[in-house]
């Protein structure tokens, strides 16, 4: 299935006539919408449930409103009831092995004091009376209802998909669904009811049993069940409601510098820490400067004084002055002619060193002289303490200025007591949530419990000798037929359960891509919570896991089963990224987004997917968009490209 276009009619806050082509290229799946709070991005999401499903469409807005009372709500403000509005959506699909364009169109209008909804059908450009008559069935076959949550999701509710006692009752529907044990479970009710029947046929000859108190102790139990699941229900919403609270208050937080407020005593250590490093290359530098430093200064003069004093080798007039003194000495003990030769070659090397001393004008040793070596290695010792001051010059200059940015704690005090507001009614809430799914479950196994009390009194009266004999073996045989029929159904959950398992794990590994440990999933058949384990098969508990593997492990829920369904389906993906740290959003916009589905429509803000993310994102978009409130108009519109801001700064890379 391919969506083409979508068009919107005074819907909402999109006044006037708007069509947005959906259609991918090929090899590009995702179809990327931008658009900031309030600028109709959930209108535009309610639209595409609202005209698949018409009443049975799962949309934000709704709640327990009545279904004309929620249509009049959705036309423009600015338009007449009277006047309406619609949508249409044109889809490709495959028909009896043959690719076919439908299109369907939904109008409202106000007529009297109700509203009236026309629903017509076109099949490849030709209006179908048939189809139209029995739309909800048709679409039911494109796509069931019942699985349209694994491919339309928000991704800032999903997260609860990875703790197991959450994700379990949405493993169990979408298992149910996608295998068909609702219809295997509502033949075994059928067989239950004829059996009722059938054993009521022979109760008349019979007092022995009575089905009376567990009918109506099973009924009683029935309507309980039903009254808690609203309950837990309306629990859920308040939470997910709570949750995107939460999610603004630590979004306001961080725009207030509230996390620079928190670490500002680790940012005063850092920066005295840093002082006193200052402080002691300081020491160093003076040390160096007050010893030899200052001959780097002076390093070609020492080089000309060196290759002078090779000259007069390496003699000083200190030096030739105590060996003239030694030669006079010599001198004068010498009286023959051949001493007095060796005395006049000595004074002659005398005169020479002499005259070449006296060139230097310098009185200095030439091992005095610092060598070429000791002068690099002293030129790499300033540099290097020289660089490490100016790193922590830059680093004390930033602790400086994120101190300086910590907001006072005045100006916090609101929004944290707004947050620990909101977290304590979460927490609340989970409270309640968990108190309701023991009610559930408790009222479960009674109904479980009773359920077999019925069988066990059908199966006795079933083999009581009556003259009803066909009664008996209606019953006989339908007791059988509901014992093959429920293990068929456990077979069936049990295979497929462990296929899904495999596939949780192995859309897991492709998201995560980490390779230091890899972690396994597996599905108790007995209650379908999720169960996490090590290599080594150790059992790990869900809140080991980070925030954002959380994240990854309920996506890899729903892209299993979704690809355990069989079903080639667009992807709608609502706030993909907003609670994860930017790891984790890499993986998912690397690993998920361009292999979701051959069509991924991604509706984010560009806070979640900014610059750097569309251009990862890049290679794999057909076509962007971004949903703009124009104030002039009173409407929003769609322009296209995503951010134009994003764009830009896209052109100068």
């Known amino acids: 299935?391919?969506?083409?276009?979508?068009?919107?009619?005074?819907?909402?806050?999109?006044?006037?006539?708007?069509?947005?082509?959906?259609?991918?290229?090929?090899?590009?799946?995702?179809?990327?919408?931008?658009?900031?709070?309030?600028?109709?991005?959930?209108?535009?999401?309610?639209?595409?449930?609202?005209?698949?499903?018409?009443?049975?469409?799962?949309?934000?807005?709704?709640?327990?409103?009545?279904?004309?009372?929620?249509?009049?709500?959705?036309?423009?403000?600015?338009?007449?009831?009277?006047?309406?509005?619609?949508?249409?959506?044109?889809?490709?699909?495959?028909?009896?092995?043959?690719?076919?364009?439908?299109?369907?169109?939904?109008?409202?209008?106000?007529?009297?004091?109700?509203?009236?909804?026309?629903?017509?059908?076109?099949?490849?450009?030709?209006?179908?009376?048939?189809?139209?008559?029995?739309?909800?069935?048709?679409?039911?076959?494109?796509?069931?209802?019942?699985?349209?949550e694994l491919f339309f999701f928000?991704?800032?509710?999903?997260?609860?998909?990875?703790?197991?006692?959450?994700?379990?009752?949405?493993?169990?529907?979408?298992?149910?669904?996608?295998?068909?044990?609702?219809?295997?479970?509502?033949?075994?009710?059928?067989?239950?009811?004829?059996?009722?029947?059938?054993?009521?046929?022979?109760?008349?000859?019979?007092?022995?049993?009575?089905?009376?108190?567990?009918?109506?102790?099973?009924?009683?139990?029935?309507?309980?069940?039903?009254?808690?699941?609203?309950?837990?229900?309306?629990?859920?919403?308040?939470?997910?409601?709570?949750?995107?609270?939460?999610?603004?208050?630590e979004e306001d937080m961080k725009n207030s510098g509230a996390n620079l407020y928190e670490n500002r005593h680790k940012l005063q250590e850092k920066l005295s820490v840093l002082s006193e490093k200052k402080k002691n290359i300081n020491t160093e530098l003076i040390d160096l400067a007050a010893a030899r430093s200052p001959l780097l200064l002076l390093e070609k003069m020492l080089s000309e004084i060196k290759n002078d004093l090779k000259n007069s080798s390496g003699h000083s007039q200190k030096s030739v002055d105590l060996f003239k003194n030694e030669v006079l000495i010599i001198k004068e003990t010498c009286h023959n002619e051949d001493q007095l030769s060796v005395i006049r070659a000595?004074?002659?090397?005398?005169?020479?060193?002499?005259?070449?001393?006296?060139?230097?004008?310098?009185?200095?040793?030439?091992?005095?002289?610092?060598?070429?070596?000791?002068?690099?290695?002293?030129?790499?010792?300033?540099?290097?303490?020289?660089?490490?001051?100016?790193?922590i010059d830059d680093e004390i200059d930033n602790t400086s200025k994120n101190l300086m940015a910590v907001p006072s704690e005045d100006k916090i005090k609101d929004i944290v007591i707004q947050l620990n507001k909101h977290q304590n009614e979460k927490a609340k809430l989970e409270t309640k949530i968990e108190a309701t799914d023991q009610i559930l479950s408790e009222i479960t196994s009674q109904q479980d419990k009773v359920s077999k009390e019925i069988s066990n009194k059908l199966a006795a009266l079933a083999s009581q000798q009556t003259s009803q004999i066909v009664s008996q073996r209606i019953l006989k045989h339908s007791q059988k037929s509901k014992e093959t029929l429920s293990k068929f159904k456990d077979e069936l959950i049990h295979k497929h359960l462990s296929t899904l398992s495999k596939e949780i794990t192995s859309c897991f590994r492709d998201l995560q891509r980490k390779t230091k440990f890899n972690l396994s999933f597996e599905i108790n058949q007995s209650n379908f919570?999720?169960?996490?384990?090590?290599?080594?098969?150790?059992?790990?508990?869900?809140?080991?896991?980070?925030?954002?593997?959380?994240?990854?492990?309920?996506?890899?829920?729903?892209?299993?089963?979704?690809?355990?369904?069989?079903?080639?389906?667009?992807?709608?993906?609502?706030?993909?990224?907003?609670?994860?740290?930017?790891?984790?959003?890499?993986?998912?916009?690397?690993?998920?987004?361009?292999?979701a589905s051959n069509q991924v429509l991604i509706f984010a803000t560009d806070a979640e997917i900014s610059n750097d993310q569309y251009v990862t994102l890049k290679p794999f978009i057909s076509r962007e968009y971004t949903i703009i409130y124009d104030e002039s108009s009173e409407s929003s519109k769609f322009s296209n490209n995503y951010f134009g801001e994003i764009n830009l700064k896209l052109e100068t890379i």
């Open 154 to 249: 928000d991704g800032e509710k999903i997260e609860g998909l990875a703790d197991p006692v959450t994700s379990s009752s949405f493993i169990r529907s979408g298992i149910y669904s996608l295998l068909g044990i609702n219809s295997i479970e509502s033949l075994i009710k059928s067989l239950t009811q004829i059996e009722k029947r059938k054993a009521a046929e022979i109760n008349e000859n019979s007092s022995d049993i009575s089905l009376e108190v567990e009918e109506k102790t099973a009924k009683e139990l029935s309507q309980k069940l039903e009254k808690i699941a609203q309950e837990r229900s309306s629990l859920r919403a308040d939470l997910d409601r709570i949750s995107k609270e939460i999610g603004k208050s």
């Open 529 to 595: 919570s999720l169960i996490i384990k090590k290599l080594n098969d150790e059992e790990v508990s869900a809140k080991t896991l980070s925030a954002g593997e959380r994240q990854l492990l309920a996506v890899a829920i729903l892209w299993a089963l979704a690809k355990s369904s069989g079903k080639i389906l667009p992807t709608v993906i609502d706030t993909p990224l907003g609670r994860l740290d930017m790891p984790h959003r890499q993986k998912l916009l690397n690993n998920y987004f361009p292999r």
């Open 1 to 148: 299935m391919i969506l083409n276009e979508l068009t919107l009619t005074n819907f909402g806050i999109y006044k006037g006539e708007h069509k947005v082509a959906l259609t991918p290229d090929n090899k590009k799946p995702i179809i990327l919408f931008g658009a900031y709070n309030g600028s109709g991005k959930t209108t535009f999401l309610d639209a595409l449930q609202l005209v698949l499903y018409g009443k049975s469409a799962k949309t934000s807005g709704r709640a327990k409103m009545a279904y004309d009372d929620y249509l009049r709500l959705l036309i423009n403000r600015d338009i007449s009831p009277k006047i309406g509005a619609g949508l249409s959506l044109s889809f490709t699909t495959l028909q009896n092995g043959k690719k076919e364009k439908i299109e369907v169109s939904r109008t409202w209008a106000e007529s009297g004091n109700n509203i009236k909804e026309h629903c017509e059908v076109k099949r490849n450009d030709l209006f179908d009376q048939v189809t139209s008559e029995r739309w909800s069935e048709f679409v039911e076959e494109v796509i069931n209802s019942e699985i349209s």
């Open 346 to 391: 000595l004074e002659a090397r005398i005169k020479y060193l002499s005259e070449e001393v006296e060139k230097t004008s310098l009185d200095i040793e030439l091992n005095a002289m610092p060598t070429n070596e000791e002068l690099s290695e002293l030129k790499e010792t300033l540099e290097r303490k020289i660089k490490d001051s100016e790193t």
